[in-house]
């Protein structure tokens, strides 16, 4: 063998091992990257825990608690407490220092009682709408057909109170019907109103769409024009005092994802 012959194998060999060397620092940097890549990735999406308090109408019950489960589901290791009641009821509460991180209301003017008190972190959003129905007892044995109709003489009628949304929403489509109507009660929720019907402690009551559609053959419901002239929209709010307030954020971003937007349309409520 020439001696050109062994030098020029030679330098063959020294370009492979150095071709090697190269790729297996390529590998060690990519590696290295990927996982500070992934560390990057973790900080910035910290896993959520603990309690979030929640605050909302009486008349998301249903499917809030609905999203509640789906929640503490796609976070383990959280938890989605609620208090759900008269809209004006909680935003006293709430002015009034009660603990909690999230604020559902059933109408701007109740929201609007908890943002002039400086308690709501930033503007809150309409996450949906609402619109009044006629809950009667099923069959509609009293052959309820319009708003007019609530003011028979002899028919037990039961409202919402004004101060709360729907009893104010009630009372504007009365209005619009240039009707006057003296119900025998006056409650303080929408789910007090449809349960004296339920309990046929009254003939009928003015409520959402979404409790005569929750309470299923419980009740019938009848539809009226008027009610057009008074769809409540429902304002979404984080509070300035949240104790969790990353996870209420969380969960507020559920209520108006897409996800949660199919889970309040199956209940009935309108989108914003």
Not at 120 to 138: D, Y
Not at 150 to 170: N, Q, R, W
């Amino acid at each position: 063998m020439t001696r050109s012959v062994r030098r020029t194998r030679r330098m063959l060999k020294l370009a492979g091992a150095g071709a090697a060397a190269l790729m297996a620092l390529s590998a060690c940097s990519s590696s290295s990257d990927a996982k500070k890549s992934g560390s990057s990735d973790a900080s910035a999406s910290p896993k959520l825990s603990g309690t979030v308090t929640v605050f909302a109408a009486a008349s998301l019950k249903e499917s809030f608690t609905t999203l509640g489960k789906e929640f503490e589901h796609e976070h383990p290791g959280t938890e989605v407490s609620f208090n759900f009641g008269g809209s004006d009821t909680l935003a006293a509460s709430i002015t009034g220092g009660a603990p909690a991180d999230v604020f559902a209301a059933a109408s701007p003017k109740t929201m609007k009682i908890v943002t002039d008190k400086g308690d709501a972190t930033g503007a809150p959003a309409t996450f949906v709408r609402n619109q009044l129905e006629i809950a009667t007892l099923p069959g509609n044995p009293d052959e309820v057909a319009s708003l007019k109709d609530l003011t028979k003489s002899g028919l037990k009628v039961v409202l919402c109170d004004k101060s709360v949304p729907c009893g104010a929403a009630a009372q504007k489509a009365l209005d619009a019907a240039e009707l006057k109507l003296t119900p025998v009660s006056y409650e303080q929720d929408v789910k007090a109103a449809l349960n004296k019907v339920q309990l046929k402690e009254a003939d009928a009551a003015v409520v959402y769409k979404t409790d005569v559609k929750a309470a299923g053959g419980k009740v019938e419901g009848v539809e009226f024009p008027e009610s057009a002239d008074a769809v409540n929209d429902y304002p979404i709010a984080l509070l300035k005092d949240a104790p969790n307030a990353e996870t209420a954020k969380a969960f507020i971003a559920l209520v108006r994802s897409a996800k949660g937007q199919k889970v309040l349309s199956q209940a009935g409520f309108l989108k914003p």
